[in-house]
Structure formats: structure tokens, C-alpha cells
């Protein structure tokens, strides 16, 4: 099992930025895929991005050039770098851990998630 946990949302003005982190505890031995999704009021739940190693990244159009994956895997922390916000951006953010070695964009593909963290971005 692995649990994980966001932090860093709140409310912020439109072209300003946060920096979500989630942390892993628990069977991080593995080598996961972590994954970035949101889900604004009333919406589906949606891919936002993916990290597997420091090179290998993948992000939705909507955001790419504005928010940044990266992880450190001596503190079992991935973090969403979020630039350049927009009140389309407003969010409960969640990260997703998922067992492999490729670019997951599917909910199905991750075994754990957290709880989440809202972001708010006013206009």
C-alpha cells in the first residue's frame, strides 16, 4: 500500500502561481508513475500530467508551458509547479501513484490516490 498526501492549494489571483507537493509513504520501493489530475465543480475528473523520470514527462495541451512535474525520490515527493493561472484552472488537484514504467493518462491506470487539495484561482 501506498498513501499519498497533497498539500500547497489555495486561493491565488489569475497570472499568479503555487506549487502543489504530494507526498508518498508507506511501499515506495516500487518505481511508480505519478500522475496530476483535477476535477472543477460539476466536471469529470482530468488528466493534467505525469512524471516518470526527469526526462520523461507528459502534459495536456491546456496547461503545457505553464505547469512543471517534478519528483524527488530521496523525499518521495512529487511536486506540480503551477505558472500563469487561470480561473479555468480552479480545481480540487489529486496525484495518483501507478505501478510500470510508462506515461499513464488514465484514471484506471493508477493504484492510489490522495485526497486532494483545491486550488481556487481568482479573476
Known amino acids: 500500500q501506498v498513501q499519498l498526501v497533497e498539500s500547497g492549494g489555495g486561493l491565488v489571483q489569475a497570472g499568479g502561481s503555487l506549487r502543489l507537493s504530494c507526498t508518498a509513504s508507506?511501499?515506495?520501493?516500487?518505481?511508480?508513475?505519478m500522475g496530476w489530475f483535477r476535477q472543477a465543480p460539476g466536471k469529470e475528473r482530468e488528466f493534467v500530467g505525469a512524471?516518470?523520470?526527469?526526462?520523461?514527462?507528459y502534459y495536456i495541451d491546456s496547461v503545457k508551458g505553464r505547469f512543471t512535474i517534478s519528483r524527488d525520490n530521496a523525499l518521495n515527493t512529487v511536486y506540480l509547479q503551477m505558472n500563469s493561472l487561470k480561473p479555468d484552472d480552479t480545481a480540487v488537484y489529486y496525484c495518483?501513484?501507478?505501478?510500470?514504467?510508462?506515461?499513464?493518462?488514465?484514471?484506471?491506470?493508477?493504484?492510489?490516490w490522495g485526497q486532494g487539495t483545491q486550488v481556487t484561482v481568482s479573476s
Open positions: 495518483a501513484a501507478g505501478i510500470g514504467g510508462r506515461l499513464y493518462s488514465k484514471r484506471y491506470e493508477y493504484d492510489y
Open positions: 508507506g511501499r515506495t520501493e516500487k518505481s511508480y508513475v
Open positions: 512524471i516518470w523520470s526527469a526526462d520523461s514527462t
